[in-house]
């Protein structure tokens, strides 16, 4: 036998028992790295595809009355007095861009008219052309009154024509 492995009396010595923390440690970083690999496949994995819900087309006669009469609205407003012609060039664009949105895939409420440009919208280019210039710039209230029937006849033809 090896030095040191009797004991005083000659008897063979117990095997020495280690802390009971060290176990307990053991076990924890084991469980730790399981720990690791199921959250880095978790976060990893395939992000399944939901199905979105199906785009009920709206009732484009509908629509369109209802726009209409939305424009009307604003005209007669802005013929009494009770709204100003900036407010009711702001009127007239909202009707519009709502119109298109509501009856093509277009999201024209959050486009610039750069962008409506792009996608090769000419009557709805052409009605925000007219009504920009009054809406965000009104330094000439004669100019803008002036204006206000050629818009709002442009934004019915948004709304009526047959481009949608």
Do not use: C, N
């Amino acid at each position: 036998m090896p030095a040191g492995v009797e004991a005083a009396g000659g008897d063979i010595a117990a095997p020495v028992d280690y802390a009971g923390i060290w176990t307990v440690a053991a076990w924890a970083l084991i469980a730790l790295v399981v720990l690791w690999y199921a959250v880095v496949l978790w976060w990893g994995r395939p992000l399944r595809v939901r199905a979105t819900p199906a785009r009920s087309e709206p009732d484009l006669a509908t629509v369109r009355a209802e726009h209409l009469a939305r424009l009307e609205a604003v005209a007669a407003a802005a013929h009494d007095g009770s709204l100003d012609l900036r407010a009711a060039f702001r009127g007239l664009s909202e009707v519009a861009r709502s119109f298109v949105e509501q009856t093509s895939r277009v999201p024209a409420t959050t486009l610039t008219l750069a962008d409506l440009r792009a996608l090769d919208l000419p009557v709805v280019v052409a009605a925000l052309e007219v009504i920009y210039p009054p809406e965000f710039a009104p330094d000439d209230p004669a100019a803008a009154a002036a204006a206000f029937d050629e818009a709002l006849a442009l934004a019915r033809e948004v709304v009526s024509a047959s481009w949608t």
